[in-house]
């Protein structure tokens, strides 16, 4: 025996050898995220509420929130009392507008522990989308945010932009108030901190979360990006 593993030291070590990169291999395989695309995607059941493509797809000024076309999907997790938010809705809406027909862009309340008037804003929003009015209401609450950010109690200044907006105040004033709409902020905010939202906005392409600087170039290089992989 003691010959016979002399004779044939060499080949031993050679099956040796290529039995540890074998099974090695199939170790490192059997560790692999086999899943398609990037690791670090997030499901998208997570990121958007049923129906919410189907039910969104209306128009607001220029741009069009969604459509059947587009090939990618923008979800942002914003707060409307947030300055970042407001200073990115502008930004969002020229995104949507210069690739009307290729994003679909839906939005998902997080509002802030910090900012108290950041969960009624949320409310107003979803108590106007009740009477088909959700992105007109979106952008007059971002763009007004000044206005408003500092009150004790912003609510008249609300049912004043429903009224604006030619909304049946009556029943504005009980949807803003009602656990239809406060269960809607919540569920969205249940999906932020599910998939680890820290701060607003966050924004999601496709699944992949965004790093983002503030700049429409840079914005815009990375959906083109994601348009090419498509």
Same mark, same amino acid.
């Given at each position: 025996?003691?010959?016979?593993?002399?004779?044939?030291?060499?080949?031993?070590?050679?099956?040796?050898?290529?039995?540890?990169?074998?099974?090695?291999?199939?170790?490192?395989?059997?560790?692999?995220?086999?899943?398609? &695309?990037?690791? /670090?995607? *997030?499901?998208?059941?997570?990121?958007? !509420? $049923?129906? @919410?493509?189907?039910?969104?797809?209306?128009?607001?000024?220029?741009?069009?929130?969604?459509?059947?076309?587009?090939?990618?999907?923008?979800?942002?997790?914003?707060?409307?009392?947030?300055?970042?938010?407001?200073?990115?809705?502008?930004?969002?809406?020229?995104?949507?507008?210069?690739?009307? &027909?290729?994003? /679909?862009? *839906?939005?998902?309340?997080?509002?802030? !522990? $910090?900012? @108290?008037?950041?969960?009624?804003?949320?409310?107003?929003?979803?108590?106007?989308?009740?009477?088909?009015?959700?992105?007109?209401?979106?952008?007059?609450?971002?763009?007004?945010?000044?206005?408003?950010?500092?009150?004790?109690?912003?609510?008249?200044?609300?049912?004043?932009?429903?009224?604006?907006?030619?909304? /049946?105040?009556?029943?504005?004033?009980?949807?803003?108030?009602?656990?239809?709409?406060?269960?809607?902020?919540?569920?969205?905010?249940?999906?932020?901190?599910?998939?680890?939202?820290?701060?607003?906005?966050?924004?999601?392409?496709?699944?992949?979360?965004?790093?983002?600087?503030?700049?429409?170039?840079?914005?815009?290089?990375?959906?083109?990006?994601?348009?090419?992989?498509?």
């Amino acid at each position: 025996m003691k010959n016979f593993f002399s004779q044939n030291k060499v080949f031993i070590i050679i099956i040796c050898v290529t039995m540890i990169f074998l099974f090695g291999g199939i170790f490192l395989l059997s560790g692999k995220n086999t899943t398609n &695309g990037p690791s /670090n995607k *997030v499901n998208a059941s997570l990121l958007i !509420p $049923q129906n @919410a493509i189907e039910t969104s797809g209306f128009v607001n000024g220029n741009y069009l929130a969604a459509t059947n076309s587009a090939t990618l999907t923008l979800v942002e997790f914003g707060d409307y009392e947030c300055p970042a938010c407001g200073e990115y809705n502008p930004i969002v809406k020229q995104v949507l507008t210069n690739y009307s &027909g290729k994003i /679909n862009y *839906v939005f998902r309340n997080y509002p802030l !522990p $910090q900012h @108290a008037n950041a969960p009624i804003s949320s409310y107003a929003v979803e108590a106007a989308g009740l009477q088909g009015k959700y992105w007109q209401m979106h952008d007059k609450v971002y763009d007004t945010q000044n206005d408003w950010v500092n009150l004790p109690d912003p609510t008249n200044i609300f049912v004043g932009y429903a009224n604006d907006l030619g909304l /049946n105040i009556n029943q504005f004033t009980k949807d803003l108030n009602s656990s239809t709409v406060k269960n809607k902020v919540q569920n969205d905010m249940n999906d932020g901190n599910t998939v680890g939202i820290t701060e607003t906005p966050t924004f999601f392409l496709n699944g992949i979360k965004m790093t983002l600087t503030g700049s429409y170039d840079q914005f815009k290089s990375l959906i083109d990006s994601s348009l090419i992989s498509k």
